[in-house]
């Protein structure tokens, strides 16, 4: 199992604050006094940077004692969280090099093996460019195959879908028979977002704390399964696109125009700025909020213009197409479609689940 843990870099610190107390440190605390057990995390460099603003000194003594105990493994990522097919060759190259870095200077990481796309949103163009030993993908990249396959000369872990969406989507309190009835072969890989456990459901970190106790349930980290499940595995030479989104391609970020309009104005500064500044502007959660697939928040997305207007500094082509930007989604907040799209939302949702 991957746990992915991640905040925006212009997240408040007060949201961030409560998520460290009511989901990492329980976590790291219930990790700590388990046994023989192996999680692979990976901790994105964009929170990393937060917490230590913070002086979250637990988190990163209780992290830094499961590295040393060998009880969890790190995999890297791109620094603040973009959708890598959706964002130039030039920002992805420097973003895992930023997050590579960071590991360093705050969690010793020399280097790690492991890469794990945010949204696990990749594409073959993306897959090309990566040079990770192991890389993580989602079950609809590779319909039918999995869950470890090999790639010219990488691996590729394949999230088991089903597991997956079930932490995520599960519609009442989830226990653990539920999960392990969906355990119908020796091995499998699933990753989710850590904030589910604990955040999000506060009954899913003990549903975990139960299933590293299971008798029927062994977690390992990603090297050892490699290591354990990788030798003789089919190749393959291409994927589909996919992210562990329910959802067609990268659709849940570029599909409405105001995502659009966003990703033209990420065009538009790239070339006039390889600041920070521009690199926190790619993070998904600007497309995810600006998606009203339930989800809204006009407020963050303009933290991410914002940085985007600071890197290009004073640029009045870009500071005016920006302005045009914000005045529509503005405008688009105050139409009423934004409710409209949540209780179509709903509808479905209630229809898949048969209420």
Not at 214 to 239: D, L, Q, W
């Amino acid at each position: 199992m991957l746990l992915h843990f991640y905040q925006p870099p212009t997240q408040e610190q007060e949201i961030t604050r409560s998520i460290l107390e009511s989901c990492y440190l329980p976590l790291l605390r219930l990790l700590s006094q388990k046994s023989e057990f192996g999680l692979t995390l990976n901790v994105s460099g964009s929170l990393l940077f937060q917490l230590k603003q913070m002086g979250a000194n637990e988190f990163f003594s209780l992290l830094n004692d499961l590295i040393a105990d060998g009880k969890i493994e790190i995999v890297t990522s791109v620094m603040y969280h973009p959708i890598m097919p959706l964002t130039p060759k030039d920002v992805l190259k420097r973003q895992i090099e930023k997050n590579n870095q960071i590991l360093k200077d705050l969690l010793g990481m020399e280097m790690t093996n492991g890469f794990f796309p945010p949204e696990l949103a990749m594409d073959n163009k993306t897959l090309k460019l990566m040079d990770s030993k192991y890389i993580y993908l989602d079950g609809s990249s590779l319909e039918g195959k999995g869950p470890i396959v090999k790639y010219n000369n990488k691996y590729l872990l394949v999230n088991n879908h089903q597991i997956c969406n079930l932490f995520r989507s599960y519609p009442e309190q989830l226990q653990t028979k539920t999960v392990t009835n969906l355990l119908k072969s020796e091995f499998v890989l699933t990753a989710n977002d850590v904030e589910l456990f604990g955040h999000h459901y506060k009954e899913r970190l003990q549903v975990l704390g139960d299933l590293l106790d299971c008798p029927v349930v062994k977690f390992i980290t990603v090297s050892e399964a490699v290591s354990k499940f990788g030798r003789g595995v089919p190749e393959v030479y291409e994927i589909s696109d996919s992210t562990w989104q329910e959802c067609a391609g990268f659709a849940l970020w570029n599909k409405n125009l105001l995502q659009k309009e966003y990703l033209k104005l990420l065009e538009l500064a790239h070339g006039l700025s390889d600041d920070d500044f521009l690199d926190r502007s790619y993070s998904s959660c600007y497309l995810y909020w600006l998606s009203n697939w339930p989800w809204w928040h006009p407020g963050l997305v303009e933290k991410g213009v914002e940085n985007l207007v600071k890197s290009v500094k004073g640029n009045k082509t870009v500071e005016a197409v920006a302005q045009q930007f914000l005045d529509q989604m503005w405008n688009y907040h105050g139409s009423g479609h934004v409710e409209e799209n949540y209780q179509k939302f709903n509808s479905l949702e209630n229809k898949y689940l048969g209420i």
